[in-house]
């Protein structure tokens, strides 16, 4: 007999914990045969794409039917039994070995829940057994760089109890020269508009993510406002920096069809991507997250080819991290960027999978976190390791969401003047100053 290696899995452990919505959620803790240990707990968003890995919750009225229970059962029994023995120095096999384990098509029999923890607490386990950070087993002797952080100022539609329609009103800096500036630039505009909403009389605390939560008249006036907090904050909009949205138009697109509830507009798919370009003439919009509906592809298209490169279109319930939806995206031009939420396809790998066939279509990509949250840090690694350029976790404020962003921090420090910063994003920082000035 061989001698077990020191990265062998000698246990898998569920635990049931909280996120950041009050709501049971699942962490996974892997211990190997050399002592090395790694724990991962797993997100849930609230606007999910039809396609994601489904999370396993009990049902009934035990906290809503929201907990666990069955998840867990999944990890301490048939996920500890399959894996036992495996190299965790071997995510592609282990992942395998979880997606044979669940054998459907969406991880419902075992819960991606239950499988992107395990999988995550793998890849934390293996680093620990190394001796070394996360980002820095992923990449290897492979440079990295920091990402650039794209960040909620408001929040909107299903993290806001559907108040404005839009889902994320956010801001980017591609005109920072580090990371740090970066977060240095967006606090500054957070507490701007913080302040010019009590002016208004419109602050009435903060949604799912840490943003503003919006008291406006319509979706255009948010813009507007956001506008006017970038210059109030002392910084000229589609300078340094400018908006990024997540319409997650699927909340309320359907079939071809369009309704902004706040403003009582109902409109065709023409008439939709119309609006949308108004707004992209009008304010230093750079990036737009799934614009049309998960079912649009042909708008999705003609919307990307009607934007042009100089704006970043992301896929995000319209891929939900798939590297197969990816490529028949791409093949459609329906898109220019992906955004890679491990927890919507289940397993570390899977989300790798999506990342290469994005680079392979010259997508960019975005690593971004869910709206239920929590302390675990994992997609601050995976966005340094894998050099993805861009992260998304939510706002400047909560603990959940500052957990991410003060990691990437600490992990600029340690690097020096071995790091980078990825910077400017696939899109340029002033092609809507230029077109104003």
Same mark, same amino acid.
């Given at each position: 007999m061989g001698e077990t290696p020191d990265t062998a899995i000698r246990e898998v452990h569920g635990r #049931?914990?909280?996120?950041? +919505?009050?709501?049971?959620?699942?962490?996974?803790?892997?211990?190997?045969?050399g002592g090395g240990r790694g724990r991962a707990i797993a997100p849930a968003g609230a606007s999910r794409g039809s396609n994601e890995a489904v999370d396993l919750r009990d049902g009934g009225a /035990?906290?809503?039917?929201?907990?666990?229970? $069955?998840?867990?059962? !999944?990890? %301490?029994?048939?996920?500890?039994? $399959?894996?036992? *023995?495996?190299?965790?120095a071997d995510q592609e096999t282990v992942d395998a070995r979880l997606i044979e384990c669940d054998g459907s098509a969406d991880k419902s029999r075992l819960g991606g829940n239950a499988t992107v923890a395990v999988s995550l607490a793998v890849l934390h386990a293996a680093a620990a057994a190394n001796g070394v950070p996360v980002w820095r087993h992923l990449a290897g002797c492979d440079p990295v760089a920091l990402p650039l952080p794209e960040i909620q100022i408001l929040g909107g539609g299903a993290h806001a109890g559907g108040r404005v329609d839009i889902q994320d009103f956010m801001v980017a800096a591609p005109g920072a020269e580090s990371f740090t500036e970066a977060l240095d630039i967006?606090?500054?505009? =957070?507490?701007?508009?913080?302040?010019? &909403?009590?002016?208004?009389?419109?602050?009435?605390?903060?949604?799912?993510?840490?943003?503003?939560?919006?008291?406006?008249?319509? %979706?255009?006036?948010?813009?507007?406002f956001l506008v006017r907090a970038i210059e109030a904050a002392g910084f000229i909009p589609g300078d340094k920096v400018g908006i990024a949205l997540d319409i997650a138009a699927?909340?309320?697109?359907?079939?071809? #069809? =369009? #309704?902004?509830?706040?403003?009582? +507009?109902?409109?065709?798919?023409?008439?939709?991507i119309e609006l949308l370009l108004g707004w992209l003439e009008r304010y230093p919009i750079l990036s737009l997250e799934d614009p049309l509906a998960e079912d649009d592809w042909q708008g999705m298209a003609a919307f990307t080819k009607a934007a042009g490169a100089a704006v970043q279109i992301v896929g995000d319930d319209f891929i939900t991290t798939d590297a197969? /939806? &990816?490529?028949?995206?791409?093949?459609?031009?329906a898109g220019n960027a992906v955004l890679i939420k491990p927890n919507q396809i289940g397993t570390v790998s899977e989300a790798k999978a999506t990342l290469d066939a994005a680079r392979a279509a010259g997508w960019g990509a975005i690593v971004s976190a869910r709206s239920g949250e929590t302390e675990d840090v994992s997609v601050a690694h995976l966005a340094i390791g894998w050099r993805? *350029?861009? &992260?998304?976790?939510?706002?400047?404020? /909560? !603990?959940?969401?500052?957990?991410?962003? %003060?990691?990437?921090? +600490?992990?600029?420090?340690?690097?020096?003047?071995? @790091?980078?910063? $990825? @910077? *400017?994003?696939?899109?340029?920082?002033? +092609?809507?100053?230029? #077109?104003?000035?």
């Open positions: #049931r914990l909280w996120d950041s +919505r009050g709501h049971p959620t699942v962490e996974a803790e892997v211990t190997l045969a /035990r906290f809503g039917g929201l907990d666990v229970r $069955a998840a867990l059962g !999944s990890v %301490n029994g048939p996920i500890q039994a $399959a894996l036992a *023995g495996m190299d965790a967006t606090a500054e505009i =957070y507490v701007a508009a913080g302040r010019l &909403l009590a002016a208004d009389g419109r602050r009435y605390g903060v949604a799912d993510e840490g943003g503003w939560w919006p008291a406006f008249d319509s %979706n255009e006036a948010a813009l507007e699927s909340e309320f697109g359907a079939d071809g #069809r =369009y #309704r902004l509830a706040l403003d009582g +507009r109902d409109m065709d798919r023409d008439g939709w197969a /939806r &990816l490529a028949a995206a791409a093949a459609a031009g993805v *350029g861009q &992260l998304k976790v939510g706002s400047f404020a /909560r !603990s959940e969401r500052m957990a991410k962003w %003060n990691e990437c921090l +600490r992990i600029e420090e340690q690097l020096g003047d071995d @790091g980078g910063f $990825a @910077g *400017g994003l696939p899109y340029q920082a002033t +092609r809507w100053g230029r #077109r104003q000035s």
